[in-house]
């Protein structure tokens, strides 16, 4: 399966901001993302996008998506569109447990990879025609992806840092996973 991961164009919201499932704007035109990235992608491609219009717009600008939700953002709950600045010792908890921690009414990073697993194993199965898949998604649920089909322990999927409107491509072969590329 050839696997094109693309994370959202650049966000509207204030840099500090806590933003997780909100349905923010976008900075920049989906439409000037998707003419930058299309020569990255292959002529022809089964096309996931998360249902946030961040991500939305964009897949939409690339084809006719199927939408996900389970390819949405980590829900901070509580946090949303608070200033991370503003959480005083509560960001320390998070920065010792970021498996674990849970921000109040939000979901896990574990949690998140619950959710985004699954829908991988359908995407994999349903992938036995060769046609590429192209995703497009959020930074956490990129993490998740690219992190277990690197063979990545969960606690280093941090380390991938997915920029904005940027595309990664991995390819998984019955004998193993290759990253073509990382953020072109």
Not at 37 to 56: D, E, Q, V, Y
Not at 61 to 74: N, V
Request: hydrophobic share 45%; aromatic share 8%; proline share 8%.
């Amino acid at each position: 399966m050839e696997l094109h991961l693309i994370r959202h164009p650049r966000p509207d919201v204030a840099p500090g901001v806590c933003y997780g499932q909100t349905d923010v704007g976008l900075a920049e035109s989906a439409f000037d993302v998707a003419a930058r990235l299309r020569p990255l992608l292959p002529g022809r491609f089964a096309l996931h996008a998360s249902p946030l219009s961040r991500a939305r717009l964009l897949a939409e600008a690339l084809g006719t998506p199927q939408i996900d939700a389970r390819l949405q953002e980590m829900s901070f709950g509580e946090w949303e569109g608070r200033r991370f600045d503003e959480l005083g010792t509560a960001i320390d908890a998070w920065a010792d447990d970021p498996l674990g921690f849970r921000a109040p009414g939000g979901e896990s990073a574990r949690e998140l990879s619950a959710r985004v697993l699954p829908w991988l194993a359908e995407v994999r199965s349903a992938a036995a025609d060769d046609l590429p898949v192209v995703t497009v998604a959020h930074g956490g649920p990129l993490r998740v992806i690219a992190g277990h089909l690197l063979g990545l322990p969960p606690e280093r999927w941090l380390a991938l840092d997915f920029a904005c409107g940027q595309v990664t491509r991995i390819d998984v072969e019955s004998w193993g996973t290759t990253l073509k590329w990382f953020n072109r």
